[in-house]
């Protein structure tokens, strides 16, 4: 209980902490923010504009740390977006005080100089701030940082550029470099954060390629810095995005479309480059304008390619096919609707109206069946049903015959030019490993246009993929019929087994009312006597002697009702001589006159011997109840491949199966049978008497 507790106490601890860590960065953020305004109100006014657009960025900077604190307020990303929004503030408002003093320079120098390195530090951390490299790596950024803000500087009045050039180029390729690395190892969520980052590059350079497109084509913008400035904004606002839950989904089919603009735009800028530069000079005056708008109208037009190339091949198809589709269009479409929700009936007629539709103007069919047996299963306009046969030469000649005109129908098909002799006809067959499924029949008025190449490619790729089909189907319906089987077979053994536990149950019960009733009985009796004797030793012994001849006798059908009743469990002599000498024995018994035939017959397994014995016990006493006077039966038993073979017949009544069923005693045999893996049948017809069979397998 008191680790439980502790356990409940940490957690709450944690809770508190990271809610107090939410509200620090926010109120951090509000602080950044403010720093950046104050930048602008110091600002002169030759230079709002430029302070306004950098406090924007910081904004965005600081709103993303805002809104990763309150919707992840365990991750150090928050953190890290504050940092760069605090450094971003900075800058802005010593940018915006600064008279010359060397304070404010120097305040500038290291806040632009430690960007970069804050950059870095939140590409190492993407996309939850926690930094998969070393400290040392981190600590040298910001080092650098510092460094090359004091070379900034120092070098003053005249303030150089190229180390904040080089430090972010280096901070860039580093960064990027991790991140890609990261991204290819994530999966889950935190691949769709980083997917959130890798958008708003993606924005980020096209922003900036168009800019630089605009400021070579047509001078503007003439603030370039302004724009890459602008640029970062989508970094955080990205970074704030990823972190909600509702989102995260959605930046699969953003990032691929914003990736294919980007791509489309960097195409068409470098085609103009290529252009310009072919001219060897910069567009100058009214001639910026006019490339300007030609260099909209391409990326225009490149956009409504797609969907106008999709309409124009309609229409094109519509000129060249007339009301048909492209051949090519069949095969697609089927693509679509394969599948096993569909019907095997509805898919067939689709495929029959798309094959009318697109190849055949005047009918399609297609045929199916297997084993040489064909039948016209759908037709386009409806037709009757047809059978064709085909014998096994046949059915390889078609197998293999592929796409065929008339001429080769006349010879092999001819049932299928009845009525359209002069007509244009395509048949393809379906073929499946090399077995033929049906056929598919395009047909065409005699003074149609003529099957081309494409049509009879088309034809036979189709008559490829519904021969898939159909084979699925068969492999469905076979599957099906297994597992029908299966099941069947499984009820019947619960069945069977049920009724297997009811017999032995009632087989004990009725051996203990048959000991209760006979030998118990007699065993009573003997005791009585006995104790009567006894009684009587002293003081009559005449009487005595006339008891103990009554116990004798009384003894010996004790022990004859046990003997009866021990045969009737299992008999001695199927265990002593074996299945000839048992069941020679219950012919003879039998109700009827029997003959027994088992030449051949040996000695067998203790359950096989049993089975067939009972088996043929209960035939005979069936055949005594229902054959009727005057019927004569007879017992076979022999050993053929493998399997122990045995049958009883009569010459009775018989009785009619589908009236009767499988009675109690059929049922019996069967599951006796069953049992030990055999199997049973029951063949009989009124006045023809009754037959029973049945086969057990042997294990040589």
């Not at 006798?553 to 469990?569: C, P």
């Not at 199927?574 to 029997?594: C, F, I, K």
């Not at 051949?600 to 203790?606: E, S, W």
């Amino acid at each position: 209980m008191t680790a439980e507790l502790s356990t409940v106490a940490d957690g709450l601890t944690l809770d508190t902490a990271d809610t107090r860590g939410g509200s620090a960065v926010v109120l951090g953020a509000a602080a950044a923010a403010a720093l950046a305004v104050a930048g602008v109100a110091a600002a002169g006014d030759g230079r709002i504009a430029g302070q306004v657009e950098r406090a924007l960025v910081v904004a965005a900077w600081a709103l993303a740390a805002a809104v990763v604190a309150r919707r992840r307020p365990g991750e150090r990303l928050s953190v890290l977006l504050l940092a760069g929004a605090v450094t971003g503030g900075v800058a802005v408002l010593a940018a915006g005080v600064t008279d010359g003093s060397g304070a404010a320079q120097l305040a500038l120098a290291l806040a632009v100089a430690l960007l970069p390195a804050v950059g870095l530090h939140v590409l190492f951390g993407l996309p939850d701030g926690a930094c998969r490299v070393s400290r040392t790596s981190v600590a040298a950024g910001y080092a650098v940082g510092v460094v090359a803000g004091l070379v900034v500087w120092m070098g003053r009045p005249s303030v150089p550029a190229w180390p904040l050039a080089i430090e972010a180029l280096v901070a860039l390729t580093v960064g990027l470099a991790v991140s890609s690395h990261r991204y290819r190892r994530s999966q889950g969520v935190e691949r769709q954060r980083l997917q959130w980052f890798g958008w708003a590059v993606a924005v980020g350079v096209e922003v900036a390629l168009i800019a630089l497109a605009l400021r070579l084509f047509s001078g503007w913008p003439s603030a370039l810095g302004a724009v890459a400035v602008l640029a970062v904004v989508p970094i955080p606002l990205a970074l704030a995005l990823g972190s909600s839950k509702t989102l995260l989904g959605r930046i699969d089919t953003l990032l691929a479309h914003t990736v294919s603009v980007a791509g489309l735009s960097f195409v068409v800028v470098a085609v103009y480059s290529v252009i310009v530069l072919g001219l060897g000079r910069t567009p100058t005056g009214d001639e910026r304008p006019l490339l300007g708008l030609s260099m909209v109208a391409a990326a225009v037009s490149a956009l409504l390619y797609a969907p106008a190339r999709r309409r124009l091949n309609r229409y094109a198809n519509r000129l060249v096919y007339g009301e048909r589709e492209a051949p090519d269009e069949v095969i697609r479409t089927f693509g679509n609707r394969m599948t096993r929700a569909v019907p095997l009936d509805e898919l067939l007629l689709q495929v029959a109206e798309s094959v009318r539709r697109v190849l055949g103007r005047q009918a399609a069919e297609v045929w199916t069946g297997s084993d040489g047996q064909l039948q016209r299963s759908v037709s386009v306009p409806d037709a009757p049903v047809v059978t064709l046969s085909l014998n096994p030469g046949e059915e390889s000649v078609v197998a293999r015959a592929g796409v065929s005109g008339p001429a080769w129908v006349k010879v092999w098909l001819p049932q299928l030019l009845a009525g359209r002799e002069d007509c244009l006809m395509r048949v393809a067959p379906m073929v499946h490993s090399g077995r033929l499924l049906g056929l598919i029949v395009a047909v065409r008025a005699p003074d149609g246009d003529a099957f081309r190449e494409e049509d009879e490619l088309a034809l036979a790729e189709l008559a490829r993929q519904v021969a898939v089909a159909l084979h699925n189907v068969r492999l469905d319906s076979a599957l099906q019929a297994s597992l029908d089987e299966v099941r069947r077979q499984a009820e019947e053994l619960r069945a069977s087994r049920a009724r297997i536990v009811a017999a032995s149950d009632a087989a004990r019960r009725q051996i203990e009312r048959n000991l209760h009733d006979g030998a118990q009985q007699h065993l009573v009796a003997l005791a009585v006597n006995i104790r009567l004797a006894r009684t009587l030793a002293d003081k009559d012994p005449s009487m005595v002697a006339g008891i103990l001849e009554d116990l004798g006798t009384g003894i010996q059908d004790a022990v004859q009702e046990l003997r009866s009743l021990a045969h009737g469990i299992y008999p001695p002599l199927l265990v002593d001589r074996g299945l000839v000498e048992a069941l020679s024995a219950a012919a003879g018994r039998a109700a009827l006159p029997t003959e027994l035939h088992a030449d051949g017959v040996g000695r067998y397994p203790a359950d096989v011997e049993a089975a067939v014995y009972f088996c043929c016990l209960e035939a005979l006493q069936n055949a005594g109840k229902h054959a009727g006077e005057g019927a004569t039966a007879s017992v076979r038993v022999w050993e053929e491949e493998g399997g122990l073979l045995f049958e009883v017949a009569d010459t009775g009544a018989g009785f009619d199966l589908g009236d009767r069923g499988s009675g109690a005693g059929f049922v019996n045999m069967g599951d006796r049978v069953g049992a030990i893996g055999g199997s049973l049948a029951v063949h009989s017809a009124l006045g023809e008497g009754t037959r029973i069979s049945g086969r057990i397998p042997l294990d040589h």
